[in-house]
């Protein structure tokens, strides 16, 4: 699709919601959200795959940051939804947002208790998990669900296992009658994938769609999303930006002759053809796959890594999302990589992820991400995560960007594994175990990457620096982004990392931007009348932002109007959460702005100065 085609559907969009409302029935304008504003709604809600981005209906090019929703579904506490209640998924979309500064997450859902009989679709399940799930939508965040597995299923594991797995109900299980799992000397739950003789076979099975399992599965599917659509309004659906049809799929084992590439060809694809297909019979026809290659394909350890990104695909066009996970094996080991990450640490990798994406006509998404915040390795957190979040945002190192920013390459949507609002409090009978009730960390195989948790009066807080957490980021962008760069101060204890100085040659720059975090967003307008904008974080109140820009210098820029070229405003969802408006003329035109929070009363002398060492260092920098 066209950026003018979808601008036109997103003329169409409003122009039906106008008709729909003369002609008597609930006007469009009634489910906007509490901060919207003329460009919000239903047309800004549609998103789509076009040129290798995401775009919304305005024809903006849109980047999806936020979390998984939740952990908490591969336990059965809750019974496999992310939440007790209504009111604990509302509290905690509005700390991801307020806090943790996301605009999309990535919602779990479990097979197990969608169809925990053969055949019969859990509808009060599914009613659940759809509350849940519009909890996030009314607060303003996007949502893409995710059919969960890790191990096949925790209907393999004995009750005295070390392990546990989430997945498919145990008549799936029961059906194939697995020998006893053991995973023999693992020091990591992750090596069941490879050792796990009923783990592989189950796995396996499931692939070759024995017992007709897979089949149930599709059925189950598509249930599912045919319940979601049908009991979300048309203006929340359109929050609803796409489904991950299976979570890390792996072979189990490879037939005779048969490698990863080829079982990602033969067997990954077509299940894939198949839950498109799927989709489509749903409702789902408008909305992209976000497809993952075998889990294996990009690990950071040579020994574990395996040939796949669905190479023999072809191209995989608007309909499908190149859909990969990071993580650095290497750092978790405690043994491959001493010491803590360091500036442009992932750049190789998450660069090829993007090439990945261009190479197969879609965009990417990197739907999980994440380091241990407890343990031996807890240690390297804040460099792992602040690495991951640089190479999300650029596919350079910080000591390179600003002498080559042409280079700078897409801005990468990503969700962080996890947010999970009962971290640290559960109470999981692991394997339904009396004897083993979990209640530390994520309650699951030991792991702890929650990003946030309850402190002792029931208030979500972050487990992690809000610095490196609640980032500036270009949510949505009038045009074409040509480079970002974020500098987020982030600390690794009493240390602030800084990997992206403001370089000598811009010294007016370098003292408006102090000690400060700062972002510097490149951008080529397109004419569309629909701002830019960027998620400000909460480390930017309106009375300490500064914004330097060809568009104007700023300091404590006005709340939006259509004729203010630099504004702030509420994000959408009643959250307190805010963003940046920069409305820029004009088609073509290579724009720049300077966001920071580190300068105190600049005077208007500094600013110019400024200003003029950006105009100067951008006419040369982009072509």
């Given amino acids: ?61 849109v980047v999806l940051r936020g979390y998984n929703v939740s952990g908490e579904t591969k336990l059965e506490e809750n019974s496999g939804l992310p939440f007790a209640s209504v009111a604990d998924a509302k509290r905690s979309a509005t700390a991801l947002r307020a806090l943790g500064g996301g605009n999309s997450v990535r919602f779990l859902l479990s097979w197990a208790h969608a169809e925990p009989v053969r055949g019969q679709v859990d509808t009060a399940y599914l009613a659940a998990a759809t509350d849940q799930l519009r909890a996030f939508l009314d607060a303003g965040i996007r949502v893409y669900p995710d059919f969960h597995q890790d191990l096949y299923s925790r209907h393999l594991f004995n009750t005295g296992s070390w392990y546990s797995g989430d997945g498919a109900p145990k008549w799936a299980v029961d059906a194939g009658h697995y020998p006893q799992e053991s995973c023999g000397i693992c020091l990591f739950w992750g090596q069941n994938i490879t050792q796990n003789g009923a783990v592989k076979q189950a796995s396996y099975d499931f692939w070759h769609d024995a017992y007709g399992v897979q089949g149930a599965f599709l059925d189950t599917a598509q249930a599912t999303m045919t319940y979601v659509e049908q009991h979300l309004t048309a203006a929340e659906f359109a929050g609803v930006v796409g489904f991950d049809p299976v979570n890390e799929p792996y072979a189990g084992t490879y037939d005779s002759g048969q490698s990863s590439r080829t079982w990602e060809r033969d067997l990954l694809w077509p299940f894939y053809g198949k839950f498109r297909a799927r989709m489509d019979a749903a409702g789902w026809r408008d909305k992209p796959a976000f497809v993952e290659p075998n889990l294996f394909w990009n690990a950071n350890i040579d020994s574990q890594r395996q040939a796949g990104g669905l190479l023999d695909a072809g191209t995989l066009g608007p309909r499908y999302v190149f859909n990969t996970h990071f993580y650095d094996q290497k750092a978790i080991s405690g043994i491959l990589m001493w010491g803590n990450a360091g500036d442009g640490q992932y750049a190789t990798d998450f660069g090829t992820v993007r090439d990945r994406a261009s190479a197969a006509g879609t965009t990417a998404i990197v739907s999980e991400f994440g380091h241990p915040l407890s343990g ?11 690495a991951m979040y640089q190479a999300l945002d650029s596919r350079l190192p910080g000591s390179a960007w600003w002498s080559e920013p042409a280079s700078s390459g897409p801005v990468l949507s990503g969700t962080q594994w996890q947010w999970d609002l009962y971290n640290g409090r559960h109470h999981e009978l692991m394997n339904n175990n009396p004897d083993k009730v979990l209640t530390t960390g994520d309650a699951w195989n030991d792991e702890d990457l929650s990003a946030v948790r309850l402190d002792g009066s029931g208030t979500a807080v972050l487990r992690q620096d809000a610095r490196l957490l609640d980032r500036l980021y270009p949510s949505a962008t009038a045009g074409s982004a040509v480079a970002f760069t974020y500098e987020d101060r982030s600390r690794d204890g009493d240390t602030t990392l800084t990997w992206n100085q403001v370089p000598s040659s811009l010294p007016h720059v370098s003292q408006l931007v102090g000690p400060g975090q700062y972002g510097l967003l490149l951008w080529r307008s397109d004419g569309t009348s629909a701002p830019t904008e960027l998620h400000l974080p909460a480390s930017f109140p309106t009375s300490t932002t500064t914004v330097v820009s060809d568009l104007g210098a700023t300091v404590s820029p006005p709340s939006y109007t259509t004729t203010t070229p630099i504004a702030v405003a509420p994000e959408p969802g009643g959250t307190g959460s805010r963003r940046l408006l920069l409305t820029a003329p004009g088609s073509g035109t290579v724009h720049y702005a300077l966001v920071t929070n580190g300068a105190t009363a600049p005077s208007a002398d500094l600013l110019s100065a400024a200003r003029a060492e950006l105009a100067s260092w951008a006419a040369t920098a982009v072509n």
């Avoid at 919601?17 to 919207?36: D, I």
């Avoid at 549609?46 to 981005?53: K, M």
């Avoid at 240690?379 to 995560?385: C, E, I, N, S, W």
């Fill in 1 to 61: 699709m066209s950026k003018l085609r979808a601008r036109l559907l997103g003329v169409l969009v409003l122009l039906t919601g106008f008709l729909t409302a003369a002609g008597g029935a609930q006007p469009a304008a009634a489910e906007r959200l509490p901060g919207s504003l003329w460009f919000d709604g239903p047309a800004a809600a549609i998103l789509t795959v076009t040129n290798g981005h995401f775009t919304d209906g305005l024809g903006r090019e």
């Fill in 376 to 386: 031996t390795v807890s240690d390297k957190a804040p460099t792992v995560l602040k």
